[in-house]
C-alpha cells in the first residue's frame, strides 16, 4: 500500500507537471514540460546521490575518523539485508542525518557533526536504521525525484512570469488561467512533496524499529534531536531538506503547517507503542 500510494503521489505530481506547464508556457508548452520532465527525471533517477551530496556540501567520511560509525553501518546493513552504502559527513552542528543513491547498491548515508557528538551508540543506531530503511525500501531515489520535480515546477512558475511581463499580451480569459497556473504550480509542488515525504518517514521509522532490533533506540534520538534542531540551524537548500530525519529548517508558524516531515511527537509516540 505504501508504494502505491507513492507511486500515485508521484504520477499526480508528473500530471501537474505537465499541465500547469502547457498553461505557463502557452501552445508548445506542453510537449516542452513533457520533455523537461523527461529530463529531470532521468537525470534525478542517475544522478540523485550525488545531487544530494552536493546540496548538504557533505564530504567522504572514512573508517579512520570514524570507526564506531563504520561499525554500526557494517552490522545494521547485514541486518537489512543490502550492500553497506557510502558514508558521508554533513559539516553541520544541527544533529541530523539524510540517505541517497538509486537503489541499495547506489546509495549513501550522511551524518552531521552535531549528530555524532549528541547521541550514544543505541539512539546512533536507530537513526542508522531509519536511514537504511529508507535506502531498502527505495525511498531515496523518490523522494530525490519529487524534489527535483518540485524545484522543475518552481522554475516553471518564474519563466511564467517573465513571459507574462516580457511576452506577447494575450487576452484577459487566457492571461488569467496562466496567472493562476503561475501562483498554483510551486503550491500543488510543495503539497505532493509533503505527502510523500511524510508517508515515507512513518514507514522508515518502523522498519528502522525492525531493523535495529529496538525501536526505543530512534525514540529517544528523536527526542534528543528535536531539543537541540532549533539551537542549530542548518544552512541548507530547501529542495533538499526533506531528505533529513528531522526538518533541517525552521518549524514555526507556516514552514511547520508546510513541513515536509511529521510531527516528531507522533513518530515518537508510535515508536514506542510498538516497542511495548
Known amino acids: 500500500m505504501h508504494r502505491i500510494k507513492t507511486f500515485l503521489l508521484m504520477f499526480s505530481l508528473t500530471l501537474i507537471f505537465l499541465f ?19 529530463v529531470i527525471n532521468f537525470i534525478s533517477y542517475w544522478k540523485s546521490d550525488k545531487i544530494a551530496i552536493k546540496m548538504t556540501k557533505s564530504q567522504p567520511l572514512s573508517e579512520d575518523q570514524a570507526p ?14 543490502i550492500p553497506m552504502p557510502d558514508i558521508y559527513l554533513t ?21 552531521t557533526e552535531g549528530i555524532l557528538n549528541l547521541l550514544n ?51 484577459k480569459g487566457s492571461g488569467l488561467v496562466q496567472l493562476l497556473a503561475i501562483i498554483f504550480a510551486p503550491l500543488a509542488a510543495i503539497m505532493i512533496k509533503m505527502a510523500i515525504s511524510r508517508s515515507r518517514e512513518y514507514y522508515a521509522d518502523q522498519k528502522g524499529g525492525q531493523i535495529s ?12 534531536m528535536q531539543r537541540y534542531s532549533q539551537r542549530s540551524p542548518m544552512q541548507v537548500n530547501e529542495a533538499a531538506a526533506h531528505m533529513f530525519i528531522m526538518n533541517p529548517l525552521s518549524s514555526e508558524g507556516m514552514a511547520k503547517l508546510f513541513s515536509t516531515h511529521p510531527p516528531t511527537e507522533e513518530r515518537i509516540k508510535r515508536l514506542r507503542k510498538r516497542g511495548i
Not at 564506531?68 to 539485508?81: D, F, G, M, T, W
Not at 559539516?91 to 551524518?111: E, I, K, L, M, W
Open 20 to 38: 500547469l506547464g502547457g498553461l505557463i508556457a502557452g501552445e508548445d508548452g506542453l510537449i516542452m514540460a513533457f520533455v523537461f520532465a523527461m
Open 68 to 81: 564506531q560509525v563504520y561499525k554500526i553501518v557494517r552490522k545494521l546493513s547485514r541486518n537489512a539485508n
Open 91 to 111: 559539516p553541520s552542528q544541527q544533529p541530523n542525518a539524510f540517505a541517497t543513491g538509486r537503489n541499495p547498491s547506489h546509495a549513501a548515508v550522511a551524518v
Open 121 to 171: 551508540e543505541e539512539e546512533l543506531e536507530g537513526v542508522i536504521a531509519h536511514e537504511l530503511a529508507h535506502v531498502k525500501n527505495r525511498d531515496t531515489l523518490i523522494q530525490t525525484m519529487a524534489a527535483t520535480m518540485a524545484g522543475a515546477l518552481a522554475f516553471l512558475a518564474r519563466m511564467g512570469r517573465y513571459r507574462m511581463i516580457f511576452g506577447r499580451r494575450r487576452g
Open 213 to 224: 532490533g529496538n525501536p526505543e533506540g530512534l525514540a529517544s534520538a528523536l527526542e534528543k
